[in-house]
């Protein structure tokens, strides 16, 4: 059983167009995350969610939403796509806490052309 | 600002010793963690150190030094599937995780 699943693992898609990843962890964790990894392999942290309130919004383009219809799962939705949002999109969950260890979904690789 | 430095890349023989060392300038410290990810998948956790200190875990062990801002983890026996990048993430005094660009480590037999 995966822990945290994303979809779709690949995306590739043309300027302008809006897509959407979604990730589900099966963990019971209370707090889940986006983070962007460029290709420089910096991981950028989006959003976090806990217990369905965003407590960090970094300082992302307001094209990207996040979206917890329950703890469970948090989607990524992207409006109006830019060439420099290509990147893998990663999700990950956590109990939280200051030793929480993060748990990574496999992954979206988005392209924009 | 909040800075984390490692490597880019090292490059060991199998079999051998490897130690990766990060700095870090954080507002605060409430841990520090690696994570090892392979290529084009996802990190995954390896060792947690919030005090100084030595923590062992098999053939990998991380080092601290908090009064240094220090890192270093050590990978002992070196085996082809060790090549990988390894991140260095450090918890400020917000909780908000800060992570390094990563080192990759190609192991040569």
């Known amino acids: 059983d995966t822990a945290v699943s994303q979809t779709p693992k690949y995306l590739v898609t043309q300027m302008g167009n809006d897509k959407s990843i979604k990730c589900e962890q099966n963990l019971g964790h209370d707090t889940m995350y986006w983070y962007k990894q460029d290709s420089k392999k910096f991981l950028k942290i989006m959003f976090s969610y806990n217990n369905k309130e965003l407590i960090i919004n970094e300082t992302v383009p307001n094209r990207f939403s996040p979206k917890s219809p329950d703890k469970a799962h948090l989607n990524l939705h992207i409006n109006s796509l830019e060439l420099g949002d290509s990147a893998v999109y990663f999700c990950a969950s956590t109990t939280g806490g200051d030793t929480g260890e993060l748990f990574f979904g496999e992954g979206s690789r988005l392209t924009v052309l | ?109």
Not at chain 2, 62 to 90: H, I, P
């Open chain 2, 1 to 109: 600002g909040q800075n984390i430095d490692q490597p880019t890349e090292m490059t060991a023989t199998e079999g051998a010793i490897v130690q990766i060392n990060c700095t870090y300038q954080t507002s605060g410290f409430n841990g520090l963690f690696w994570y090892q990810q392979h290529a084009g998948e996802a990190p995954t956790f390896l060792s947690y150190n919030v005090l100084d200190g030595l923590e062992e875990k098999g053939r990998f062990s991380s080092f601290l030094s908090r009064s240094k801002g220090y890192s270093y983890l050590l990978l002992k026996e070196l085996q082809m599937k060790d090549s990988a990048s390894y991140l260095c993430a450090v918890t400020d005094s917000n909780y908000q995780l800060i992570w390094g660009a990563g080192t990759k480590l190609i192991i040569k037999p």
